[in-house]
């Protein structure tokens, strides 16, 4: 069940209703069978996978807590760790080292054909096994006490807004709130309406617009050259932000109007002047998780400098890995990697920068990001390597090359001026995130009656009316 689809459209009103209309008591309930409902929506078999990696982690949880020495308690953890990231590799990563591991082996000569699983990937999988896993770990540590509910456990893993492409919830954020007794707010409701309406603003007049030329070009990337590679990677470039954190949006706008507030997972990361500041403003849920849970592990910046880049090394690599099983991503979180331990061997970790040299470093980090998401869209390294070898083929008549670039991927006058005017609609309102740290939805509410609702029916009619007609399209991170 796509946020974006009718299926949704009734099911959330139904949910709310029932939510609110219950009393306290039952709306754990209410919100759990939702939870499983939504999942079930996708496919039931997979069901079990989530219940599975519930029971596992619940259950070691407890027993982690109870275990009277600290040598049983890495064994549970151990455990733990070993059946969650067991399922989470069958699924998805299987057939990647099978492939690797043949390809290493017919380096010298020892052919073999890697078995590989026909498997769906379950949707959502690496969201909730993350989530799952930092409990366990959080409890391990002492940080939080287990959840001795099992069903209230089972709804923090489950809660249907974040559970398929997040953000990766704490455990002291939401469960407390899970348990907590509410009061309809109509002000946080009010809020949440206009949190999803902007997340499907960015979803359905950005995202899904410029994914048809992004799809057009990627689909054969050799038959393009020149600034039509340009203009899909740009494209690209703010495709998967407008993707990502519109749905992230409609996911704190639902859950808000349920009376739970979600982490913020995006703060206008184009903005950063940094490459280390990006990671502090893109999937804040992940590169925090990755930062508690693998980074400090492996010592963090508490060592020398050398030391402490492998730690950077590792850490993206992996974070690379966990968006997909194919060497591009672990090259796309290398690069990042290497590209902020070149930033900290020059610059230093102080990277604050203020007027027309911090506008230069966010036109740098800027391009640098873009450059890297190559590598996260091209389906192979021969495909990456391509776009960067053509894309400025025939650049010296510019006007030519722009010209040719827009014919090729037919993007017409009209559909330019269409996503520029979107685009400015996005710039002006993460400028005033990044630069004025404030928030415009919460600007726009304080205005007068007029000025409010002129801006609600403006935007109400250009998602209706302008946005692309058909098929529900995905979300990007659903893949992951």
Request: net charge positive; with cysteine; hydrophobic share 50%.
């Amino acid at each position: 069940m796509l946020f974006n689809s009718w299926q949704f459209a009734v099911f959330f009103p139904v949910v709310f209703a029932l939510y609110w209309g219950m009393p306290h008591r039952f709306r754990t309930a209410v919100l759990l069978i939702a939870s499983y409902w939504f999942y079930m929506s996708w496919n039931v078999k997979y069901v079990v996978l989530i219940l599975f990696t519930t029971l596992v982690s619940y259950s070691a949880a407890l027993m982690i807590h109870r275990a009277d020495s600290q040598k049983m308690k890495r064994l549970i953890l151990a455990g733990t760790l070993i059946a969650c990231l067991g399922v989470l590799f069958v699924f998805k990563y299987f057939n990647f080292f099978a492939g690797a591991f043949a390809d290493f082996l017919n380096m010298f000569a020892l052919h073999l054909h890697p078995m590989t699983l026909k498997l769906l990937l379950p949707v959502g999988i690496s969201f909730y096994t993350f989530q799952t896993l930092s409990y366990v770990i959080d409890v391990y540590r002492g940080n939080v006490k287990p959840e001795q509910n099992f069903f209230v456990y089972a709804l923090f893993v489950s809660y249907f807004p974040q559970l398929v492409a997040g953000p990766i919830e704490r455990t002291n954020n939401l469960l407390p709130q899970i348990k907590a007794v509410h009061e309809f707010n109509y002000e946080q409701a009010t809020y949440g309406v206009k949190l999803m309406t902007w997340g499907f603003f960015k979803k359905l007049c950005i995202a899904d617009v410029l994914a048809v030329y992004v799809d057009r070009v990627f689909a054969d990337v050799y038959s393009y050259e020149g600034f039509a590679l340009v203009l899909a990677v740009g494209f690209f470039t703010l495709q998967i932000y407008c993707d990502f954190s519109g749905y992230s949006d409609i996911a704190r706008g639902c859950s808000k109007m349920l009376g739970i507030d979600l982490m913020e997972n995006f703060r206008s990361p184009y903005f950063s002047a940094s490459i280390r500041e990006f990671w502090s403003r893109w999937h804040i849920s992940l590169s925090t998780w990755f930062r508690d849970y693998v980074y400090i592990p492996l010592g963090g910046s508490r060592c020398g400098k050398f030391r402490h880049s492998i730690n950077l090394m590792i850490t993206f690599m992996i974070s690379g890995l966990w968006h997909g099983a194919d060497w591009t991503f672990v090259i796309w979180g290398a690069v990042h990697g290497l590209g902020q331990i070149v930033e900290n061997t020059f610059a230093g970790r102080k990277q604050e920068v203020h007027g027309v040299m911090r506008g230069v470093r966010v036109c740098l980090t800027f391009l640098f990001v873009m450059m890297a998401w190559v590598f996260f869209r091209a389906q192979s390294l021969s495909e990456s390597m391509y776009v960067f070898t053509y894309a400025l083929s025939g650049a010296g008549n510019i006007f030519q090359y722009i010209k040719l670039g827009c014919n090729a991927i037919n993007l017409k006058k009209v559909a330019l001026f269409q996503i520029c005017m979107y685009l400015l609609i996005l710039f002006i309102y993460d400028c005033f995130s990044a630069f004025r740290k404030v928030d415009a939805i919460d600007i726009l509410s304080r205005k007068s009656k007029s000025v409010r609702w002129t801006a609600y029916l403006a935007a109400g009619l250009v998602i209706a009316f302008f946005s692309p007609k058909g098929v529900a399209t995905e979300f990007v991170y659903f893949q992951f």
